[in-house]
């Protein structure tokens, strides 16, 4: 049945410019917004609806609802822990690797419980979640998130993230923080086939979401891009986070992450890369044969970036 905010203040946007609609009511039917316009016009329309639920919002500012494109919203857990509040990303990542071996299906759901009631309490209705970590042995999986999410009514692209290459791989997670890759290939298309919903208005989705290049191998990249086209749903991964991640790459791969991503065939409108911090103002650093500029969509967080000097 609908919901009718009466007589309130709505802040919002009319193509690009903001605006202040003073005296305006809202009409909402379920997870959608069926009406915004002045009070006498909206009262009208409402006249003979039956079961329509009143809220009075004469003492409130309406706005919508904020999008969160890029969390962890596991990493509540280990936020506060002095060790790494000067760390740069490498050095992070390797000191927090250690307690995330650990993380179960309890923390997991608890943590993003508290990062999702967090964002909740701030404006934020959607959020995307990169969920990268199955230690092995652990029973933490998508659900873990998914099930938090849906407890306090967050609306969720749930991004099955990836870690293939361990050390002694050449990569930087623990050898038990990283997967087989047939494993995580077979658990995105479960996640997939399981949770993913389509629909315009869904409250559900899942991407897929191998984490670095200091973590995943070129043929997952490539393996994951192929399958995430073939089932229709979207890609993310970070790039171009730090100077570290940027020698890594070309030491190990003879390019620096962009390139690289459009080497595996990341560099495409369905890829909303996070950081892209270290990026070039040039083409030099392409190779030849693919110096047709990409279109790519980047999700940037400049708190994060800032915090760890990136």
Not at 206 to 228: G, H, K, M, N, V
Not at 269 to 279: M, Q
Request: one cysteine or more; proline letters at 6%.
């Amino acid at each position: 049945m609908p919901t009718h905010i009466h007589d309130t203040t709505v802040i919002t946007c009319v193509g690009a410019e903001p605006v202040v609609l003073e005296a305006h009511s809202v009409v909402f039917d379920g997870n959608r917004i069926t009406q915004v316009g002045p009070v006498d016009e909206v009262g009208a329309a409402l006249r003979d609806t039956p079961g329509v639920t009143r809220i009075d919002g004469s003492h409130h500012l309406v706005i919508p609802g904020l999008i969160n494109t890029h969390h962890h919203l596991y990493q509540t857990l280990t936020r506060g822990l002095a060790c790494v509040q000067d760390a740069e990303l490498f050095d992070w990542l390797t000191a927090l690797y250690t307690r995330w071996r650990h993380i179960d299906h309890h923390a997991v759901k608890l943590a993003a419980q508290v990062s999702i009631a967090e964002l909740l309490l701030s404006g934020c209705t959607t959020t995307s979640d990169h969920f990268y970590i199955f230690p092995q042995g652990t029973d933490a999986r998508i659900e873990s998130v998914l099930e938090a999410a849906d407890a306090l009514g967050m609306r969720i692209h749930a991004c099955r993230g990836s870690m293939s290459v361990g050390e002694s791989g050449g990569g930087l997670p623990p050898d038990d923080c990283v997967q087989e890759e047939g494993d995580i290939l077979r658990d995105c298309e479960r996640a997939i086939d399981t949770w993913h919903d389509a629909d315009p208005l869904a409250m559900r989705r899942i991407d897929l979401a191998p984490c670095s290049p200091f973590s995943i191998s070129p043929e997952l990249l490539r393996e994951t891009a192929t399958f995430a086209r073939e089932r229709g749903v979207l890609l993310h991964t970070h790039a171009a986070e730090t100077k570290d991640e940027e020698v890594y790459c070309l030491e190990k791969f003879g390019m620096r992450p962009i390139p690289y991503l459009g080497e595996c065939g990341w560099l495409r409108p369905d890829v909303p890369g996070t950081a892209c911090i270290w990026t070039t103002r040039t083409r030099r650093c392409w190779p030849r044969r693919r110096r047709a500029s990409p279109i790519v969509r980047v999700r940037t967080c400049g708190w994060g970036a800032a915090r760890r000097a990136s």
